[in-house]
């Protein structure tokens, strides 16, 4: 079937650090600013490669883009292929984890090893029924009222009052985001369920979560530790869905110990 894409879209990449090549993904809604506060922790260490994925942030989608998983990814190994990295360590946040999930089991050569924050094999009912309420926020109420509900939903309740200034910066990104791309990959993300394969994950895979996700419930860590052959998992009490902006330190750290404990592996 043609793709009404228009094929693989040259994704905006930050690009930098020197080292074996880590392939940080955000997740649904974001941008590479997500990684912000955990870069230069690694790029010392690695060379880190940052895209905005199709629809978010600098990287605009095409009319006909369906936000499917196999479309996203082709856009990522098209980073990679232009990068001449034919296999790199993959870090997802949340829709990019279940995204480097999916490229582990679809395309393993292109894989040294995952770090999944945030994810989860599958989307449950709570997960849906959670992202349905922003969406019907957005379309009822307005974009201040979903931003809001972001502000509850995927941030620890503590966190957010100390650091009232990411709060301003939410609203305001809310009020330029283009939600059709969010609504599009969030429909996707619905439907997505890797139990049946999971437990052939063949690469080196550690897990973050957080103990009070409200997004993802946290019991989806366990499932992923469970079922992925020899796997790991950090957990992170008082902490919500974003992870990487509430633990930038911690994660950093837990990435880095990991993957270079890969490497020195071969």
């Known amino acids: 079937m043609p793709d009404p894409s228009g094929g693989i ?53 095409p009319p006909g883009s369906r936000f499917t998983f196999d479309e996203l990814l082709d856009d990522v190994y098209g980073v ?7 296999a790199a360590h993959w870090v ?34 709570h997960t849906r029924a959670m992202t349905d309420r922003l969406s019907a926020t957005y379309a009822k109420d307005g974009p201040d009222a979903y931003a809001l509900r972001l502000l509850k ?30 609504i599009a990959w969030t429909r996707n993300v619905d439907r997505f369920d890797e139990r049946n394969r999971i437990g052939s994950v063949a690469r080196p895979t550690l897990i973050v979560q957080a103990m009070d996700d409200a997004l993802i419930d946290p019991a989806h860590g366990r499932i992923l530790r469970q079922s992925i052959p020899n796997s790991q998992i950090r957990i ?9 902006l ?21």
Not at 94 to 111: I, V
Not at 117 to 123: E, K, M, N, V
Not at 156 to 172: G, M, S, T
Not at 236 to 244: A, K, N, R, S, V
């Open 236 to 244: 992170f009490p008082q902490t919500g869905h974003m992870i990487p």
């Open 92 to 125: 997802g946040f949340s829709g990019g984890a279940m995204l480097a999930l999916r490229a582990a089991l679809d395309r393993p050569e292109r894989c040294r090893s995952l770090v999944l924050i945030s994810g989860a094999a599958y989307t449950d009912a």
């Open 9 to 61: 879209v040259p994704l905006e990449t930050r690009d930098e650090g020197t080292g074996r090549p880590l392939l940080l993904l955000h997740g649904v809604g974001g941008d590479h600013t997500l990684w912000n506060s955990v870069a230069p922790s690694l790029a010392g260490s690695f060379r880190l490669l940052m895209p905005d994925l199709r629809g978010h942030g600098r990287t605009p989608a």
């Open 80 to 86: 990679l292929d232009a990068r001449g990295v034919p």
């Open 153 to 182: 939903d995927l941030y620890y309740p503590d966190w957010i009052e100390a650091h009232l200034e990411v709060a301003d910066r939410v609203r305001d990104g809310i009020e330029k985001l283009d939600v059709g791309p969010t």
């Open 246 to 266: 509430e633990r930038p330190a911690e994660t950093a750290d837990a990435i880095a110990s990991f993957v270079a404990a890969v490497d020195r592996s071969g």
